[in-house]
């Protein structure tokens, strides 16, 4: 078993001289990798452990076939605003704490994969069809599309700030 991927970071040298994101997200070939870990449960405890259950083993199959656009669909029918969630999802009391791999040998990167696959649909603009449907509890739950001005908004902030800054938010 091929080891979990990790996170491109800029060195602390560098990332003292400018505001860019510390992480910078997997390469195409590190995605790769780290979807072909998956392998595929016929029960995946990962989308259980899912607060909106995104198809998570569809959506890595795809990236691990390269079919990005497909990828991306997927995750966007139950959740709006994957770039944002890939970087702030608690996935490691989430998803990956249960992925069946998580004891032996390091859980599946689940949210570098959602992250990867959302950032590569904005540099590329990969068309999806628009989500109808996202609602719920977690920060990456509570998001409500409105039809009617065909425009995404999102009513996340409030939980989202809560449980980054805790109940004083
Ligand atoms: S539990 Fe882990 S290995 Fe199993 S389908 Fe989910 S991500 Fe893949």
Redesign the pocket.
């Known amino acids: 078993m091929e080891s979990r991927q990790e996170m491109p970071r800029q060195e602390p040298g560098k990332r003292i001289k400018n505001f860019k994101e510390v992480a910078s997200g997997y390469t195409e070939e590190q995605a790769l990798k780290e979807a072909s870990?998956?392998?595929?449960?016929k029960k995946?405890?990962?989308?259980a452990g899912c607060p909106v259950e995104i198809e998570?083993?569809e959506f890595?199959k795809a990236i691990a076939e390269k079919d990005f656009a497909k990828a991306i669909e997927i995750i966007k029918q139950k959740n709006s605003l994957p770039a944002v969630c890939g970087r702030v999802c608690p996935q490691e009391s989430q998803?990956e704490k249960?992925?069946?791999?998580s004891k032996k040998y390091g859980?599946?990167a689940?949210g570098r994969l959602e992250r990867f696959v959302a950032d590569l649909q904005i540099s590329n603009s990969i068309n999806v069809s628009r989500p109808t449907n996202v609602g719920g509890q977690a920060p990456c739950q509570s998001v409500k599309v409105d039809k009617t001005k065909d425009d995404a908004r999102c009513t996340m902030l409030r939980r989202l700030l809560s449980w980054a800054l805790g109940p004083r938010a």
């Open positions: 870990r998956c392998i595929q449960c995946p405890t990962c989308k998570i083993p890595i998803c249960v992925c069946a791999l859980s599946v689940i």
